[in-house]
């Protein structure tokens, strides 16, 4: 790991805003207190990919807030190879059913570890924030829950329960919903879609665009009133897909002060990359995307970090350096070398996804 890079006299909080934690204790048993090193030395000889989250290694790297989702796949979706099956939902019943099992496993880790706190209000992100100018074995992670792909919940206004057991992000899509138009399948906002933007706002929940399909994205930046993020998306100049956002919809990201999370997954940051192909890419390509974001929207505002390690890919998919989610601080290494200023290194990294924690978050 490279040196830890100071900030104002501190060594800086990355936030990570896409991690799918629950999911990978679901499909693959992983316990997200183990590190990611002992999770492989326990998965020797199986097929699926290497692990890159545990707690351990995120705290090293001082990853200090994580966006922990709750996903659940479609039951038409491609089954991946894991040794448990895979969370699917036929009905949002179903839907609800599953996220209800994730949701209640964030709750036990942060009862039963003293490391790990949800973030639910203002003031439980100041402790955690504050805690990293602490000694180290008082540093605490916070984990805000995001939920990608909206059909757990059962109607727009039963959202209110998912907010109260601790969702303050929401995605309405992964492929598409009953709310939403998503990824390969293309669509609007419906009416129930509609409404529950309306029901998200009242409550200033922060609105995920991440996997949304294009004409959804845009109804949502035309109507929804609060916080727009869009947690794990890069710009479609290096991978054509409408899993990606062109460069209009980063502009019109950037005009409602929005932030998106740049996915350091090989095949998300070149045209022609494959899993086929053994050669792991350069770092240098995640300081490009960042770049790139910076440069059409004319600000390191409105871009951080959103790794969705483990999920879909792991350490052999990633670019060089990148082992565990402990080297996230790698990339603050790799914009100081461009030149760009411990102000913007800081943003990029943890402090632009926190303004808009800031933002929307209840006092207490």
């Not at 448990?84 to 009905?91: I, M, V």
């Not at 004319?298 to 998919?317: K, L, T, W």
Request: net charge negative; proline share 4%.
């Amino acid at each position: 790991m490279a040196a830890l890079f100071f900030v104002r006299g501190q060594t800086m909080i990355i936030v990570d805003a896409h991690q799918d934690i629950a999911w990978n204790t679901a499909c693959f048993g992983r316990d997200y207190r183990t590190s990611a090193i002992k999770h492989r030395e326990n998965e020797i000889g199986q097929t699926w990919d290497k692990a890159m989250l545990g707690l351990p290694d995120a705290m090293l790297g001082r990853v200090g807030i994580v966006f922990s989702t709750l996903f659940v796949a479609p039951a038409s979706s491609t089954p991946i190879a894991s040794p448990n099956p895979e969370p699917t939902y036929r009905d949002e019943r179903e839907a609800y059913k599953e996220a209800g099992k994730q949701i209640d496993y964030y709750h036990r880790l942060a009862d039963e570890d003293d490391r790990i706190r949800l973030i639910r209000n203002r003031q439980e992100l100041n402790i955690v924030v504050e805690s990293w100018d602490k000694p180290i074995g008082e540093r605490k992670q916070g984990l805000v829950i995001l939920m990608e792909g909206a059909d757990p919940i059962l109607e727009p206004k039963q959202f209110e329960e998912w907010y109260e057991r601790g969702v303050r992000i929401v995605g309405t899509s992964w492929k598409a919903t009953r709310y939403a138009g998503g990824t390969g399948e293309p669509g609007g906002l419906s009416k129930i879609g509609y409404e529950l933007l309306e029901i998200l706002a009242s409550f200033n929940a922060i609105l995920d665009l991440s996997h949304m399909a294009e004409q959804a994205y845009n109804e949502a930046c035309d109507r929804y009133e609060g916080v727009l993020i869009a947690s794990h998306s890069n710009p479609r100049k290096f991978r054509e897909s409408d899993r990606h956002l062109s460069d209009d919809m980063i502009r019109r990201l950037a005009d409602r002060d929005g932030v998106m999370g740049i996915v350091p997954f090989n095949s998300f940051l070149h045209k022609t990359w494959s899993r086929k192909d053994k050669q792991r890419l350069p770092i240098s390509l995640v300081a490009d995307a960042i770049d790139h974001v910076c440069q059409i929207t004319g600000s390191a505002r409105h871009v951080g970090i959103g790794s969705d390690f483990d999920g879909g890919f792991g350490a052999d998919q990633t670019p060089q350096g990148f082992e565990t989610v402990g080297d996230l601080i790698l990339i603050a290494d790799v914009l100081k070398e461009r030149g760009y200023s411990t102000e913007d290194i800081e943003a990029i990294m943890g402090e632009n996804f926190i303004r808009k924690l800031r933002e929307t978050l209840p006092e207490n």
